[in-house]
């Protein structure tokens, strides 16, 4: 997992990414299905965009980290497929790995 990827190379079922991204859009969202979840767009040095999304268990861990126009290396997560946007095929997903840190 040493060599970066973009969000281009970015394909499901795999959770071994690493990726340099800005977030260049962040919102709270609140469904009563999902409860508040935290949500991105990130961009990556390419120019790809992908929509990124923390669950409502993560969002405490991870809202000191991110901020609008932040840069980050990301890696560790998940991609699945995205529900009801047809531009949008896949999002990125963030989870905790038993010992890793925030």
Excluded at 56 to 83: A, H, R, W
Aim: hydrophobic content about 40%; aromatic content about 12%; overall charge positive.
């Amino acid at each position: 997992m040493s060599s970066m990827n973009f969000i281009y190379d970015l394909k499901p079922k795999k959770s071994m990414w690493k990726i340099r991204v800005k977030v260049i859009r962040l919102w709270k969202h609140y469904s009563a299905a999902a409860g508040e979840t935290m949500e991105m767009v990130l961009v990556d040095a390419k120019g790809d965009k992908i929509h990124a999304s923390i669950k409502k268990e993560l969002v405490c861990q991870f809202d000191p980290f991110f901020s609008q126009g932040c840069s980050k290396l990301i890696f560790n997560f998940s991609l699945t497929p995205s529900c009801g946007q047809p531009i949008i095929l896949i999002k990125l997903g963030f989870f905790l790995q038993p010992g890793s840190k925030t």
